[in-house]
């Protein structure tokens, strides 16, 4: 099932209730998001050349241990690259297939709610999103240029830290600490995005 016929088989409230409880949405963003959801079911999907399958999946938070996220990309038949789907336009979304284990581990109206969540990161409207979108690929072009032409000047993360004055306080039994803790959450999703993909 494409992403635009999972929208027509849920309800916005449904789907509301899912959005205001995961990212603590106040009352009047309802009207924004059923604009969303309503713009998304009238736009044309654009032809899905790559096979790009649409990837809902709850994780721990590698940032915050013992919380939970939607991890919300894309996947490609015979790649094991995980895509960010944040520079592609609404009407590309609508032709993704969903992987059904998806909606099987977490519903229809959830997947569509972290979605919807997803695909409004640089705005409320296809059209303001799509121009966004191509400005963002051209900033990123020029800046690849410049990597290409070694006109960028690369800076290393400790020369970040002491720019904008940060200390890492933290003693080596923390550090070895967080990055097991790491690693065990990264092996836990792991196995996540293997059930769902599998």
Not at 55 to 80: C, H, M, Q, R, S
Request: proline fraction near 3%; glycine fraction near 4%; charge should be negative.
């Amino acid at each position: 099932m494409t992403f635009k016929e999972l929208l027509e088989t849920v309800s916005f409230e449904v789907v509301w209730q899912e959005l205001k409880k995961e990212y603590c949405l106040k009352d009047e963003a309802f009207e924004v998001y059923i604009r969303v959801f309503h713009q998304l079911k009238e736009l044309m999907p654009e032809p899905n050349h790559d096979l790009m399958r649409l990837v809902v999946a709850k994780v721990e938070d590698g940032l915050e241990p013992g919380t939970y996220i939607y991890d919300v990309f894309g996947i490609k038949p015979g790649d094991n690259e995980h895509y960010a789907l944040e520079l592609l336009p609404w009407s590309n979304w609508l032709s993704f297939e969903v992987v059904e284990k998806c909606v099987e581990a977490y519903s229809a109206s959830v997947v569509v709610a972290h979605s919807l969540y997803e695909i409004t990161f640089y705005g409320y409207d296809a059209v303001d999103v799509e121009a966004i979108i191509n400005d963002e690929i051209d900033i990123l072009r020029d800046r690849r240029k410049e990597l290409e032409d070694g006109k960028a000047k690369l800076v290393s993360w400790d020369e970040v830290c002491k720019n904008i004055g940060y200390v890492d306080e933290r003693t080596e039994e923390e550090k070895e600490l967080q990055y097991k803790q790491f690693e065990r959450i990264n092996a836990d999703n792991k196995r996540v995005y293997e059930m769902l993909l599998s």
